[in-house]
């Protein structure tokens, strides 16, 4: 059970949010059954939808290009706080109407010409610096989480697409999403399986399992990552 109430993790919960606590060691084989003030009554409010995507910066790229390609209208939800508008959400819910208006997509509504104003006007920051701007920010700063404010602003370093399912409620990467082979993070993404493998560290690197390449490019695409289950037989 993982999650947060206020940024802190409950008492009772095995995680909190911070993206630092989900190392492939702690998380190996588990389910996760995540619980966040904000962020999962937005999703599930969500689920009448015909299809519901789960953005963020890390993998902002990839959803604007599923989004793009759904051929349905849009609709931005931003989770915000505790009823009202919060900075971060308006800032990637901007990025998002500003990468769907530049592939020919038109904009309706004054909430996402909003949002796509305050992207267009801080573009030029450093986004861990716009981040820390808001109150979410400022509190994640309070609390002495800064590290999480420069992990969520690593944009497009996942290429992945996270949909969410039904019965029961969860959230998983798209099967029919492209996603290039590659590390993010501690974790190896096999792309023609679109599946995320048990992760290797950074200081672990140099000792690969046999089967799992490093890399990327065709090298990668050549490969697979086998990190808990035996390679195929050659």
Not at 162 to 189: H, M, N, Q
Request: glycine share 14%.
């Amino acid at each position: 059970v993982c999650g947060e109430r206020d940024g802190l993790k409950p008492a009772g919960y095995d995680l909190g949010n911070g993206p630092g606590e989900f190392s492939a060691a702690r998380v190996r084989g588990s389910v996760l059954v995540m619980a966040t003030t904000n962020g999962t009554p937005a999703i599930l409010r969500a689920r009448p939808a015909l299809r519901t995507l789960v953005a963020s910066f890390l993998n902002l790229g990839a959803t604007i290009e599923a989004l793009d390609n759904s051929g349905t209208d849009i609709r931005i939800i931003c989770a915000g706080e505790k009823g009202g508008p919060s900075w971060e959400d308006t800032l990637l819910g901007g990025h998002i109407v500003e990468g769907l208006r530049s592939r020919g997509l038109a904009v309706g509504g004054d909430g996402a010409r909003l949002a796509l104003g305050m992207a267009v006007s801080t573009k030029e920051q450093p986004l861990a610096e716009v981040l820390r701007q808001g109150a979410g920010g400022q509190r994640l700063l309070r609390q002495g989480f800064a590290h999480d404010i420069e992990h969520a602003s690593q944009v497009d370093s996942l290429r992945m697409v996270a949909v969410l399912r039904s019965d029961p409620a969860r959230v998983e990467i798209d099967p029919v999403a492209r996603v290039d082979p590659v590390w993010v993070g501690d974790v190896f993404v096999d792309g023609p399986e679109l599946r995320p493998l048990v992760g290797i560290p950074e200081e672990a690197r140099g000792n690969v399992p046999e089967g799992v390449a490093r890399g990327d490019g065709d090298d990668l695409g050549r490969h697979r990552g086998y990190l808990d289950r035996e390679p195929p037989a050659a």
